[in-house]
């Protein structure tokens, strides 16, 4: 068991190593599970683990955790170069190259709230390019649902009002 928990704790830190973007407890989750490396409770302590030991770091919101590989990582990673079959380091490759657009999607656009000491909501709503910010707008809500409800939207229409956030401000 050990040495399969190495194993996917290398598929991890590969993964992370490999793009130039974090990846969400979600996306590598379903990476590994939509190709039956191992179960969800086995990543999850493999990712654990890694934290633990400071291989990766995490960022966390309300609804996700972002992962970036620390360079104790990178370094990890480097000693073991035929851990990882050749096999799965292609599905990771293939993965990234079919998907690179939408998983950079999912963590370039932000949104999260927090309860403020009014007992209302503020959102923070951001676009993120390359880790540099495009915008970081806060927002108050008045309820929870509201705050979600913000958050969702602001996942799927960040582009309008940029776009309409821009047009009005440029005139």
């Known amino acids: ?27 590598i989750s379903n990476f ?21 030991a400071e291989l990766i770091r995490a960022e966390s919101t309300h609804n996700n955790t972002c992962y970036y590989i620390m360079p104790a990582g990178k370094e990890t990673l ?35 709230y927090y ?10 709503c951001r676009i993120l390019e390359k880790e540099r910010t495009l915008i970081d707008l806060t927002i108050a809500a008045n309820t929870k649902e509201q705050a979600e409800a913000i958050c969702s939207n602001w996942k799927e229409q960040n582009e309008e009002v940029y776009g309409f956030l821009m047009d009005l401000l440029i005139k």
């Open 32 to 52: 590994i599970l939509e190709k039956e490396y191992t179960t969800y409770f086995t990543i999850q302590q493999a990712i654990s683990e890694l934290l633990s």
């Open 78 to 112: 480097s000693f073991f170069p035929d851990k990882i079959s050749m096999a799965i380091k292609k599905d990771v490759l293939t993965y990234f190259a079919e998907n690179k657009i939408e998983l950079k999607q999912e963590i370039s656009v932000l949104a999260d």
């Open 1 to 27: 068991m050990a040495e399969a928990l190495t194993q996917y704790k290398l598929i991890v830190l590969y993964m992370l190593d490999h793009v130039d973007f974090p990846l969400t407890n979600t996306q």
């Open 115 to 124: 309860k403020t000491t009014a007992q209302r909501y503020a959102v923070r």
